[in-house]
């Protein structure tokens, strides 16, 4: 993964996947560049879908410490 998708955060990524998507549905491209839209898409699901996962570790710790405090 380049150092612009790892900068790229999730509503960016999100945002150009969704473009992304447009422009593969609405045809009328050579193959050679759907192929690379294609990648790119996916490349992009990836960074959102890292970022998804995060937010939910983050929100999984703070739900045990609250646990933790109800309980303790």
Same mark, same amino acid.
């Given at each position: 993964?380049?150092?612009?998708?790892? =900068?790229?955060?999730?509503?960016?990524?999100?945002? @150009?996947?969704? @473009?992304?998507?447009?422009?593969?549905?609405?045809?009328?491209?050579?193959?050679?560049?759907?192929?690379?839209?294609?990648?790119?898409? @996916? =490349?992009?699901?990836?960074?959102?879908?890292?970022?998804?996962?995060? =937010?939910?570790?983050?929100?999984?710790? =703070?739900?045990?410490?609250?646990?933790?405090?109800?309980?303790?």
């Amino acid at each position: 993964m380049s150092s612009t998708e790892t =900068a790229l955060g999730y509503e960016a990524a999100r945002d @150009e996947l969704v @473009e992304v998507v447009r422009k593969l549905e609405a045809g009328g491209l050579s193959l050679e560049d759907s192929i690379a839209l294609w990648e790119r898409g @996916e =490349a992009l699901a990836k960074t959102c879908e890292r970022h998804l996962d995060g =937010a939910k570790e983050r929100i999984d710790a =703070a739900l045990a410490v609250v646990e933790e405090d109800v309980e303790g």
